[in-house]
């Protein structure tokens, strides 16, 4: 009955207490904070709508000022455009603007006011709220003002609204629009009544809940005696349990008496009877301490250190577990060998310092290392050439499939600016990525190579380990892909005969920006020169099987078969380049869902093996079909904008459940959408890059970017992939499949804030390229 008292106490008169608090956090806190949030939210929907009536207004004083309207055009059509400009469920909700005498220039439902002074105007609580706007705009240039007014079009009904207003100052007007306050009272009202609803429902739920533990707890206590005794016995039985377990086993008791399994005895080189003479800390030293800190835990974890019959120190992780025996206290000891994971820990520590050591070289431009003084050498009529902005490393990459000649560095204009020649490689020929590189290059079989790209992963996340930039991990991952993929090209060829025609392997997606991770999958195709009809079949087959074997062996190697099918095994992927370029003609015409899709995978591609010249002339055609088809963009960016990043109302991380557990985001989703910002932009304005970085970086250069938005996308980009890349190396060194679900409570506060400040970036750059492409903000 004792026991029925203290579950009561500790049980039913907790829950219900925690009911009492529940409710009072509900209407005390969370109501009073979900207002706050409402109405802040209501604010920032009209300060966003505010401003971007002012873009309009910007727009066309830019004209102005450019000579193309005057400046009584150029309010005339300002002001056509406001008068016009509606939104709200109803296409009710408006905007207005006045001077700052103040007279009215336009309001749409108060037709009478346009071009009258208000400076006597007052609302019928007798506010002079025209004045009091002027006021605002003249001091902070924008803020809100509360005040009475009519119900949108409804001269007869007058509610109180709060408006946030905006100084124009190159026509000294100010623009305005707001929301009715009994609109966000509904809005309140019905979330209380929602929340109450589950409150209640909570609490009926509890109080049902507490009743069966309490008919639970009667029965309980019937059965305790019983399980009483029964323990007894089992208790018995441990250390039959310790001597017959095949894993190594200690059992210390509180009079320090030692029993051992063979297991253990084995490793330790003692016997039954010598353990039974011995101390705890005759075999290790660290027990004492171990007794001070143990109170309070039932099980405890701890790398230690054992002692050999010879004197010799195993390295074990111990599992303690306190058990009770006839009364005695004692410990149960697991000791699993460790010496394995240590000799992996320090081969990865070797790796790292390795990197370490060559990482300032490893990520230098090719264009801060070159040899700038050209008097010296001698320029070839078609020299090997490389961009500036190339690492070191794939500059030597280039010079050694070329027998070390000199690499010719190049400016943005592709006008030679320096050479690199085998002098300033020297450093690099111990590298373990270029080594691994070589290893790769010099493989004679499918299983050699694949022995090899095995180490790709351990790598990678030694090279992120060492602090290099995700940037250049993402380099190396995707060149490391790149020859693979030119040595399964290679191999394949050699099996099935040289190829009937000449053709180019080209890759998309991560692939084809250089920005590939430690969880990929394919996106490749196949061009191949156009041939008369009666050949094409024959012509298709050879590279059909080329791809398939090519697909196959990347499979094999850990390169997934792409789950949508983009594949040079397919035959969608594989066609001639006339074929090619009426395909990307109907993708960037018929402008369907799907199409996009594809357009979106395909627009950054690039050749890795084969006839560059053929990548050359399907952009070509490309970029000369996007600047006749102005429709293409809009459908684009809309398919761009309909992501809404993962944060709910109250800005707090909105999850999905995957493997039935696991709650997390998709970091690759939120990547994207920064990708695709510079995509769409890099095709409008004729940029053939498709690293993202690059294009950002090209975008600037040509003004379209300024300085300002490039630095918070490329922050937020980088800050995003640093965090992808080191999740996945986190998972790979536990033995985890890497993948891009992050779980935002297993991120530091510092990681957790930097990722919501990406979201919100986002949804700034989402609201501009929406004014760009479709017109509306």
Same mark, same amino acid.
């Given at each position: ?584 003609? #109907?993708? $960037?015409? *018929? @402008? /369907?869902?799907?199409? +996009? %899709?594809?357009? =979106? ?86 940029? #053939?890059? $498709?690293? *993202? @970085? /690059?294009?950002?970086? +090209? %975008?600037?250069? =040509? ?75």
């Amino acid at each position: 009955m004792m026991n029925l008292k203290r579950f009561i106490l500790g049980a039913v008169f907790p829950a219900f207490l925690s009911i009492v608090l529940f409710f009072i956090a509900i209407f005390v806190i969370m109501i009073p904070a979900m207002e706050k949030s409402v109405m802040e939210q209501k604010q920032e929907m009209i300060r966003e709508l505010t401003n971007s009536a002012w873009n309009v207004l910007a727009n066309f004083e830019h004209s102005e000022r450019a000579n193309i309207l005057s400046r009584e055009e150029a309010q005339k059509h300002a002001i056509e455009q406001i008068q016009n400009l509606h939104y709200g469920q109803q296409m009710k909700d408006y905007f207005w603007v006045n001077d700052m005498s103040p007279k009215m220039v336009i309001h749409p439902y108060r037709p009478d006011l346009n071009g009258k002074s208000l400076a006597h105007f007052c609302d019928p609580q007798g506010k002079k709220l025209f004045v009091e706007v002027v006021k605002i705009a003249k001091e902070y240039g924008a803020g809100y003002v509360e005040y009475m007014w009519q119900w949108k079009d409804d001269p007869k009904k007058i509610l109180p609204k709060i408006s946030y207003i905006k100084a124009f100052e190159p026509w000294g007007w100010v623009i305005g629009t707001g929301v009715y306050l009994d609109d966000v009272q509904r809005e309140i009202d019905s979330l209380k009544h929602r929340l109450f609803g589950v409150t209640l429902s909570i609490f009926v739920i509890v109080a049902l809940l507490l009743v069966y533990l309490l008919s639970q707890a009667f029965k309980a206590e019937k059965e305790r005696g019983f399980a009483e005794k029964r323990l007894k016995k089992s208790e018995e039985k441990y250390r039959l349990l310790v001597e017959s377990a095949v894993e190594r086993i200690l059992m210390i008791l509180e009079d320090s008496t030692l029993f051992a399994n063979q297991s253990m005895l084995s490793s330790l080189g003692y016997s039954s009877q010598d353990i039974a003479l011995l101390k705890p800390e005759d075999i290790w030293e660290e027990f004492p301490k171990l007794l001070n800190n143990i109170s309070g835990m039932d099980t405890l974890k701890i790398n230690a250190f054992l002692k050999t019959k010879e004197g010799q120190r195993q390295e074990v992780l111990l599992s303690l577990s306190k058990i009770a025996i006839q009364g005695k206290k004692g410990l149960i000891v697991v000791a699993t060998d460790i010496s394995k994971q240590r000799e992996k820990e320090l081969h990865q520590n070797r790796l790292i310092g390795e990197l370490k050591s060559t990482l300032s070289f490893f990520e230098q431009e090719s264009s801060r290392v070159c040899d700038r003084d050209l008097s010296q050498y001698a320029v070839p009529q078609s020299p090997i050439t490389i961009p500036g902005q190339s690492l070191l490393f794939e500059a030597y990459r280039v010079s050694e499939s070329n027998e070390f000649e000199p690499v010719w560095v190049t400016d943005s204009d592709q006008k030679i600016m320096g050479v690199l020649t085998v002098r300033h490689f020297m450093q690099l020929q111990q590298y373990s990525p270029v080594l691994f590189h070589r290893e790769i290059q010099s493989s004679c079989s499918f299983e050699g190579l694949a022995k090899v790209v095995r180490r790709l992963a351990t790598i990678a996340v030694g090279m992120m380990e060492s602090g290099t930039r995700q940037e250049h991990s993402t380099r190396f991952i995707t060149t490391t892909s790149d020859l693979v993929l030119i040595k399964c090209i290679q191999m394949a060829e050699k099996e099935l005969g040289e190829a009937p025609v000449k053709y180019a392997f080209i890759v998309m997606g991560s692939q084809g920006r250089w920005e590939q991770t430690l969880c990929t999958d394919q996106d490749n195709a196949i061009i191949f020169q156009d041939v008369p009809i009666e050949k094409l079949d024959a012509v298709k087959s050879y590279f059909l099987k080329l791809g398939e074997k090519v697909t196959f062996w990347l499979d094999q190697m850990g390169y997934s078969f792409c789950p949508g099918k983009i594949m040079a095994r397919e035959s969608s992927c594989c066609q001639s380049l006339s074929e090619w370029i009426n395909q990307f003609q #109907h993708w $960037t015409r *018929t @402008l /369907e869902g799907e199409d +996009l %899709l594809n357009s =979106k995978i395909f627009f950054d591609f690039r050749c890795v093996y084969g006839e560059q010249e053929f990548i050359h002339s399907l952009r070509a055609s490309l970029y000369e079909d996007l600047q006749s088809n102005p429709r293409f963009f809009f459908f684009m960016a809309r398919n761009v904008l309909q992501f809404t990043p993962p944060l709910d109302f109250f800005h707090s991380f909105s999850l999905k459940t995957i493997d039935s557990h696991r709650k997390v985001f998709d970091i690759k989703g939120v990547v994207a959408q920064i990708v695709d910002y510079a995509r769409i932009y890099s095709l409008k304005h004729g940029i #053939h890059a $498709t690293n *993202t @970085l /690059e294009r950002l970086e +090209l %975008l600037k250069q =040509k003004g379209i970017l300024s300085e300002q938005n490039f630095q918070e996308i490329s922050i937020a980009y980088q800050a995003l992939m640093e965090i992808r890349l080191r999740h996945q190396s986190i998972a790979i060194k536990k033995n985890y499949v890497p993948d891009n679900f992050i779980d935002p409570n297993k991120l530091t506060s510092i990681e957790q804030k930097t990722i919501k400040e990406a979201f919100i970036r986002i949804k700034d750059f989402q609201l501009g390229l929406s004014y760009d492409f479709t017109g509306m903000a």
